[in-house]
Nanobody
C-alpha cells in the first residue's frame, strides 16, 4: 500500500504564496496520474489539480492561472505551487492518485489557511 505524506501548509495572507509537497512510497507512483485534493470545513473533498505520468496537467477552474502542479518521478514526489491565494482556498490539502481509490488510503493532509 502506498503511503502519502503531505507538507508545506501554513497561514498566509490573501495574495500570498505557498508550495505544498507530497512524498509517496511505492513503485507504482510513476505510472499513476497524481492529484492534489482539498477539503474545506463542511464541504466535500474536491480535486484541485492533476498531473499524468506524461506530465499533462489539468486544473479546477477556480485555481487556473494561480496553481501549478508538478511531479518528480525519480523521487516519488508531487508538488503544488499556489500563488495569489484567496480566503476561499482555505482547506486541508491532500495528494493522492486520480482516482484516489488506486492507492487505497489518504495521508494526514496539510492545512492551508488564507487570512489577514
Amino acid at each position: 500500500q502506498v503511503q502519502l505524506v503531505e507538507s508545506g501548509g501554513g497561514l498566509v495572507q490573501p495574495g500570498g504564496s505557498l508550495r505544498l509537497s507530497c512524498a509517496a512510497s511505492g513503485s507504482t507512483f510513476r505510472i499513476n496520474t497524481m492529484g492534489w485534493y482539498r477539503q474545506a470545513p463542511g464541504k466535500q473533498r474536491e480535486l484541485v489539480a492533476a498531473i499524468t505520468s506524461g506530465e499533462s496537467t489539468n486544473y479546477r477552474d477556480s485555481v487556473k492561472g494561480r496553481f501549478t502542479i508538478s511531479r518528480d518521478n525519480a523521487n516519488n514526489t508531487v508538488s503544488l505551487q499556489m500563488n495569489s491565494l484567496k480566503p476561499e482556498d482555505t482547506a486541508v490539502y491532500y495528494c493522492n492518485a486520480v482516482p484516489s481509490w488506486k492507492f487505497g488510503a489518504w495521508g494526514q493532509g496539510t492545512q492551508v489557511t488564507v487570512s489577514s
